[in-house]
């Protein structure tokens, strides 16, 4: 059976975290039919709950061991395209197996680490003797460490062509099915573990420096800066009462709602075509108009802003935060960070960089502050609030905005707050960086709401209240699972009230 062929098919899927799953569900399945032939147990994506109470998760776990691996083995699958990636990723690979097997209060003899790559046997020997001979002088624990490349594992599927096919035909729908039943199973347990281990990553890089944040409109919601569905709403007004006043018409409120509620639905609802009709009405007195709304009703502060200021305020001799690549044309960021002596820069056009001591707030939509006389070039700010604006950077892969996000994408860990991911070009970039990847590593964050419809009132008795439950857990898991090929692993709140927390325990 040619093994490489095989692997590659998964490989095309162009996704590294998609093809792990796969190549992973497929490795297992074949696995588990070899030790079932020996009698012997393969527990597959088991999950612990190990010293205290801390999720302790593997690939798999042989009880009793199987052929010369006496005693309890876990294995780990590890996809890798080149021995390079291989070689730098060992030292993570070690700690991660050691530290988890500590907490796993299993007994564990052998640890078997599968690779997806072709080694010479002097190769293999030497990386095996080099995980061995770190773990007797850190005495680490008494596990022997194996490793298996695409040779053993073709030696593995030759045993089982029919089973390798069978699984291969049906692999997309065997990966989901698995998927579903683990969340099933594990709901509410899964859910908050995988909210502290996502949070103590996060805490990892932020003491790294390697920390980035993407910011969205959410974040200014509670300072009471206007949400796009009111600006649209105002900024018709505006056009309206301008445009009529021209001819000597003035509507009354009745009047004025009633056109404007028809002028929405006559462009299909949708706010960026909605936005350009505003910006061609109101041309030369757009952006007074809208930096005007932006700012009517704005209290300049809240919680979750001044809990972004306190993470983004350097720590120790590091910097704590690397960037902040903002959405938002408001200039909260910089007062709150001005507010609290945060050395930093606002970047809206290209040429522009942040010094050592400076922090970069990129403003890759556009920039719209208060006291526009305080920033030189404002007029070169590319303001993507319309149709037009999205179009220029969708069809500009070199423009700044493209590739100062594309570059932390790619280079960085990112956490995203308040935004939906609605953003054509974010998802664009965020594919793109995933594409980029060597490794399967999921390496963002997303914090997202929760929507669930169990929570919600059912009044009609032929309705199962618990398998409305089960559709809420499917729910999330796919979008999970969606947003894994993006990159980004999600961190659930049932509140955005939530978030200031999370924040707080990253930096401390």
Known sequence: MEIKSLLNQLFESNNPNKSYVMIETLILKILKKHLEMSNKELQTNIVYKGKQKLRVEFDAYAPTGFEQYEG?????IKMYRNKSTLHKNLQNIYYQLTSTSKLAEIEIKNSIIIVTIELSLSEKIKIENDLNQVNDLNNASDIKFYLWDINDIKILFDNYPELVLETMDNISQLVLNAQLSESIKNAEETIADLRDIHIETLKTHF??????????????????????????SDLLVSLLGAKLKEFHVNLSDIERDFIVDLLKK????????????????????????????????????????????KLCKPVRNGVGIRGVVTYNFDDLLEFNFTKNDIKHRAIFREAEIPSKEELGIYHVHGFLPRESTNYESLSKSLLVFSEEGYHNLMLDPYNWSNLVQLNYLRENTCLLIGLSLTDPNLRRLLDIAVRKQESDLCKHYVILKRELYSKKKINDSNIDAKNIEKFDIVNHKLQEEYYKELGLNVIWVDDFKEIPTILKRIRN
């Open 266 to 309: 006559s462009n299909g609802s949708s706010p960026l075509l909605m936005a350009r009709y505003i910006r061609k009405g109101l041309e030369d007195i757009f952006t007074d108009i809208l930096t005007e709304i932006l700012y009517k009703n704005c209290i300049d502060s809240s919680e979750l802003l001044t809990e972004i200021t």
């Open 72 to 76: 309890g083995t876990i294995f780990e």
């Open 207 to 232: 003491r790294s420096d390697d920390l980035v944040l993407f910011l969205g409109a959410g974040i200014s919601k509670d300072a009471k800066i206007s949400m796009w569905d009111d600006l649209v």
